[in-house]
């Protein structure tokens, strides 16, 4: 049977897919960026586990790749996002962290706890 | 060529198109939902020649469906969402609405003025 | 009231946009572009008054972008994709077409006829 | 710091919510179901130490909801998919799968074996 802490740490796996992939792809713009990030904490805390999430749709990313474009919002993706997230199951606490590596949006386990 | 009132009704299809697939699945509760409808709104007005796009996530639904359910949130389909939106190409203006047809989520053309 | 041109356009346009945003951010490699394409087109041919859908996954751009990265998938954007569509609405046939313009993802109506 | 068990734990999540939220809400229908299942194990395969994904798209149930509807098609949502992955992470091999437990489409962890 897997434990505790494999479990906490599976918990926390589905809701960092299941925000990444629900929001991929949606337009967004600097002025666009707060809502954006506010729904996408809002509906993954729905989820069974999920104690919180801190998403920063990073304003300041997303003003530099359109500086260097024809339209005036582009698509979420990785390089914009900054989430933190806290997961429990029974008495295990999951810190999750997504942050680029190299080009990469790379989704980490940060701590486990019981 | 397309007329314009032709191509703002192309326009006007893609945002509706846009919208539904981009948000459908999203976990969505009755404490959610104003934020997710805020989201889409922004979201959406991003794209180039959205005049306004307004989104009820409708509570009233949501509460009724989780009334018979083991879970407290549910993921976001047509039955949940009344829409409305204005398009503007060159002269036209195209009002567009989303309302379920029996069961189904028909997304309609309102009124192409010029 | 619209005419049937006008609803055919505005049917298309939905077509276009569900395509685009319920497919974009999904992972994807050179090796599963095929099946990817094949699924987008048989999904949205489902819809209705959408007589076919023609996606090419351009697995030569995946390639050429994964030639500068660590990671060996990416994700499906716009730049992915060249795809065309015909739509019959009551008696008008429009055909649609995506191509880069620039650095967007261009929808377009490429014809409509009676 | 987290465990090779820990870790392939939340690597096994991550597919899980990818798989979920990327393709809830695609139009469906009997005949189309196949290549979307297809699709899906072939994108969600791409990711980082996922060694197989196997989704059956369920026919028969889609079949069954069609048969009280005036459409042709519906969307993807968990009690259409019958979902097995497995995972590897350093020595780590995490079983999973999803099955519908009542009304909601449970993602359990089957096995993890070092």
């Known amino acids: ?7 906490a740490c599976f918990e926390a796996g589905i809701k960092f897919g299941s925000l990444y992939h629900q929001f991929a792809g949606t337009p967004v ?3 666009s960026a707060d809502s954006l990030g506010r729904a996408m904490e809002e509906s993954i ?3 069974p586990h999920c104690v919180d999430v801190d998403v ?8 530099e790749e359109l ?15 900054d989430v933190e997230m806290r997961i429990r199951y029974a008495d295990v606490s999951v810190r999750t962290r997504m942050e680029m590596e190299d080009d990469y949006p790379l989704m980490k ?3 486990v706890e019981e």
């Open 1 to 7: 049977m897997p434990t505790d802490a494999e479990q």
């Open 29 to 31: 713009s600097p002025a």
């Open 45 to 47: 805390e729905n989820q």
């Open 56 to 63: 920063d749709v990073r304003t300041d990313r997303i003003a």
């Open 67 to 81: 500086a260097d474009r024809s339209a005036e919002y582009t698509e979420l993706t990785g390089r914009f996002l």
């Open 109 to 111: 386990l940060v701590s």
